[in-house]
């Protein structure tokens, strides 16, 4: 079926372009779901979307990326959001976004209005303030972008029950986040090592762990042995932050940082460089909410959402320059290269056979 003329106006927009209506109502996304929803646009990013939707052949394009786990929006259109509060109104918000896509007759669009008249309608609807329905709105705008009508239609909109502390307030969610874990009796001595707690998914009940003042974030991950990590995603080789080398060389281990963000360590040149030529958009603060967690160091709570892929495209899509890697981070990715190369000679003797 033709793409609408919603989807045709969506689609002249480009990522920076998304990106810029996104930080223009920013401030209008209820603080519950504002960090939420930049991590969304850094999980699902346009840019990478379109270079595989044009290449020849987007199976091979993605093993020379590197590809693991399920980066395809398309195949989690009801999903992908969970870490949102507003992820339970994800229902009203496709049927208000399908009904203006078959109804659209203008020539031109702005983002950000349609995100906000979207908001205005869920508010409407689910009786609820219209700012905590503005960040789900602009998240199903790029999932429509991304996926076209058809597709986006044919799931059934059936939103997650969250059982974490998102099933609460937007009140006692923020509360949450921002509680102090007691240090015990002698806490306050600069010689007691302190320990904080990581919330690896809001949505879900008992999903943390702990972590040791000034500790990497996957460090501690790997720590807890708690569950079989990898019968749920291959990728989780030790605990439920996937992990391949610790240097910052494989990429595996980025997250998103809802809410603590100020209690992590100061991004590292390393890191930043790698964060790019990985192409994940990190941001140019001290303390951005994109991470790798071998590199951030806590001394705070924190609560982040790990995404459900990983791989190396910031050369390729971003134009990111090469750069000589530090002896420590070399053989890390001189294995990811060999595990492509192995996947791309299998897959061409399947072929042949």
């Known amino acids: 079926m033709a793409a609408t003329r919603f989807e045709s106006n969506l689609r002249t927009k480009t990522e920076e372009e998304w990106l810029e209506a996104l930080n223009s109502a920013l401030s209008s996304i209820h603080e519950?779901?504002?960090?939420?929803?930049?991590?969304w646009f850094g999980f699902y990013p346009l840019a990478l979307h379109r270079y595989l939707e044009a290449s020849e052949d987007p199976v091979k394009t993605a093993q020379r990326f590197v590809m693991q786990g399920n980066f395809k929006l398309s195949e989690?259109?009801?999903?992908?959001?969970?870490?949102?509060?507003?992820?339970?109104?994800?229902?009203?918000?496709?049927?208000?976004i399908a009904e203006r896509a078959e109804s659209y007759v203008e020539d031109s669009l702005d983002i950000a209005s349609e995100a906000r008249s979207l908001a205005d309608t869920v508010s409407s609807a689910a009786k609820c303030d219209s700012?905590?329905?503005?960040?789900?709105?602009?998240?199903?705008?790029?999932?429509?972008?991304?996926?076209?009508?058809?597709?986006?239609?044919?799931?059934d909109g059936a939103a997650q029950k969250p059982s974490g502390i998102l099933a609460g307030s937007p009140e006692s969610v923020l509360a949450h986040r921002k509680r102090e874990k007691k240090q015990g009796f002698l806490g306050f001595l600069k010689t007691i090592n302190k320990d904080f707690i990581v919330?690896?998914?809001?949505?879900?009940?008992?999903?943390?762990?702990?972590?040791?003042?000034?500790?990497?974030?996957?460090?501690?991950?790997?720590?807890?042995?708690?569950?079989?990590w990898k019968s749920g995603d291959a990728r989780c080789l030790e605990g439920v932050i996937p992990v391949e080398c610790r240097?910052?060389?494989?990429?595996?281990?980025?997250?998103?940082?809802?809410?603590?963000?100020?209690?992590?360590?100061?991004?590292?040149?390393?890191?930043?460089?790698?964060?790019e030529i990985f192409g994940?958009?990190?941001?140019?603060?001290?303390?951005?909410?994109?991470?790798?967690?071998?590199?951030?160091?806590?001394?705070?709570?924190?609560?982040?959402?790990?995404?459900?892929?990983?791989?190396?495209?910031?050369?390729?899509?971003?134009g990111v320059e090469e750069v000589v890697l530090e002896p420590?981070?070399?053989?890390?990715?001189?294995?990811?290269?060999?595990?492509?190369?192995a996947i791309e000679a299998g897959k061409e003797e399947g072929s042949a056979d």
Not at 32 to 39: S, Y
Not at 282 to 308: F, H, T, W, Y
Not at 328 to 341: F, G, N, P
Request: hydrophobic residues 40%; aromatic residues 8%; positive net charge.
């Open 131 to 155: 700012s905590l329905a503005l960040g789900i709105a602009f998240v199903g705008l790029m999932t429509l972008n991304q996926t076209g009508l058809d597709l986006f239609k044919s799931t």
């Open 76 to 96: 989690n259109i009801d999903g992908s959001h969970t870490f949102l509060y507003g992820s339970r109104y994800w229902q009203t918000v496709k049927t208000a």
């Open 328 to 341: 420590a981070t070399k053989s890390a990715a001189r294995l990811r290269e060999t595990i492509a190369s």
């Open 280 to 318: 994940y958009r990190q941001g140019a603060e001290a303390k951005p909410i994109m991470r790798l967690a071998c590199q951030a160091k806590a001394d705070g709570n924190v609560s982040i959402v790990i995404p459900p892929w990983n791989g190396v495209f910031g050369r390729k899509v971003y």
């Open 247 to 275: 240097a910052a060389a494989c990429g595996t281990c980025w997250v998103g940082v809802i809410s603590g963000a100020e209690n992590l360590s100061d991004v590292q040149r390393l890191e930043r460089k790698q964060m």
């Open 199 to 228: 919330n690896w998914d809001e949505a879900q009940k008992n999903a943390e762990f702990p972590l040791i003042e000034k500790e990497e974030i996957a460090s501690a991950s790997a720590r807890d042995q708690s569950r079989d």
């Open 32 to 39: 519950v779901d504002r960090n939420a929803t930049q991590i």
